[in-house]
């Protein structure tokens, strides 16, 4: 077994929630929900996913709903419009670990499970003992919704890039001893294409630290000219999770995937070869519409993900 499937086998591992307000009886479902998760894992399997973004104007809950009604199992947590988001988070180091076990207790009544959070920044503009506050913070809310990793989205400045890496490795420990995995993914800037992401990880210098492949992001940020197939191949050994992403162009990412110009067949069977055999693959856009439309658009997308890995 690779190191690589070592460090997703227990990110999935059954998960010891930080008790609070959320209850005993919330830890129990959530507990319960990871460890079916790790059984899934443990065979081999894909988790197919969809994150709330398309249903960013919405609540999070009507998400949830929308997420039920389409026959996912998996969540990822992204963005939303929520009367306690100030960041239009889901989730964010602003959330408090009761309202993340609140959050955990809706996707459960849902029949969902959490792959997936992309919780913003953290603030190492103020310093990189705040950077690596504010990262624990998310970590532990993170574990309080029964999430199974944490997707970071680097940062572009570089006068704070080896201050964000390093808040990262201080805290890949303390993530480890919560059974979290975080993960970094292509999003422009200092980390927009597979090379840049690699380094991440080198310097990062930690196990518990990899990459969560983004298609999508790779045309995007190259403006169509960089092809995630060639892309994918100089990530061998690192990816553990997927957002699976179109893009059209110019510069439009928000279609559902199999409509825009990604070889998904190409990509995964690339990423394949480099050690991505099994784990997340979290859908993050889709054509917009209104409810009902999205709902037919997050079906469509299913089953296309479901045909892509059999």
Known sequence: MTNLNQVTRRGFLGRTLAAGAAGLATTN?????????????????????????????????VAFDAMAQ?????????????????????????TTPDEAGRIGAEAKKRGLEIASVYGGGIPVD???????????????????????????????????YNTYYKAIAECCDYAVEKQLPIVV???GGL????????????????????IWY???????????KLDPVDDAATLDGLV?????????????????PGAGMVDFPAVMARLKQGGFTHGALVIEAL???DLAGTLKEAKKARKFVEELVG
């Not at 199992?73 to 239009?88: D, F, V």
């Not at 927009?192 to 990899?210: D, M, S």
Request: hydrophobic share 30%; glycine share 10%; charged share 20%.
């Open 287 to 289: 054509t917009p519409g």
């Open 70 to 94: 389409s026959g996912f199992k998996y969540a990822g947590l992204m963005t939303t419009t929520h009367e306690n988001s100030k960041s239009r988070l889901v989730l964010s180091v602003e």
């Open 185 to 187: 993914k292509p999003h």
């Open 191 to 210: 980390n927009a294409t597979g090379p840049q992401c690699r380094k991440t990880i080198e310097l990062v210098g930690k196990k518990n630290f990899r």
């Open 214 to 224: 983004d298609a999508g992001n790779i045309y995007y940020y190259s403006d169509g």
């Open 29 to 61: 479902l959530l507990s319960k929900a990871a460890n079916a998760a790790t059984e899934q894992l443990q065979q081999g399997k894909w988790q197919i996913g969809i994150y709330t973004r398309p249903w960013s104007k919405h609540d999070y809950r």
């Open 126 to 160: 103020k310093s990189l003992e705040a950077g690596i506050d504010g990262l624990r913070r998310l970590i532990d809310n993170c574990t309080a919704a029964g999430a199974a990793s944490l997707l970071m989205g680097g940062i572009g400045n570089k006068k704070l």
């Open 240 to 256: 553990t999770g997927m957002c699976v992403k179109d893009y059209k162009h110019p510069k439009c990412v928000a279609i559902t």
